[in-house]
Structures are given as structure tokens and as C-alpha cells.
């Protein structure tokens, strides 16, 4: 699976098999947080695995990302499809 990270953290070092950097279509997504610990930044960069990159290779370009950590995405303070507070 892909991981995601801001350019700070970089390189996921829990597994050394990651190449990359590769980056988001059409550019990064503030909202996609980096998957790093407890990091906030918004994750720029996606990391792949070997055989994720045969794919890239073959021409592929979705992709499930975030194993350490999980997914991350930050969201808008207001739902702006109720009143304003999610309840
Ligand atoms: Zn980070």
C-alpha cells in the first residue's frame, strides 16, 4: 500500500523498501494529511512499494495509500449540508 507523507517526513523509515517520491494528479490536496505518527502537515508526497511501482510502470494510477497510521484527511469546520455543526 502507498503512503502518504508531507516533504518533512519523506520517506516512511518503519519500511526502507519505499522508492519515490511520486505525487498526487493535479497536485496535493490540503485536506490529505500525512500519514507520519501524529503529523499534521498536508501529505505532498506518495511513497511506493516495489510492486506498486511494476503498476505505476504498466501504466496504473490509483492507488490505496497509508499503511502506517492509516488514511488521514482533514476536514472543513462546518458540514454545509446540515445547519453548520455535524451532529
Ligand atoms: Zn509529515
Redesign the pocket.
Known sequence: MAAA??K??GKPTRDRSYTGPFYPAGGSNPAII???GS???P?EEIWLKEEEITRYRNGDRIFDFNTFGGGKIKLADVNPTTTGTPT
Open positions: 507523507r508531507c518533512e517526513c500525512c500519514g507520519r503529523c499534521e502537515e501529505a
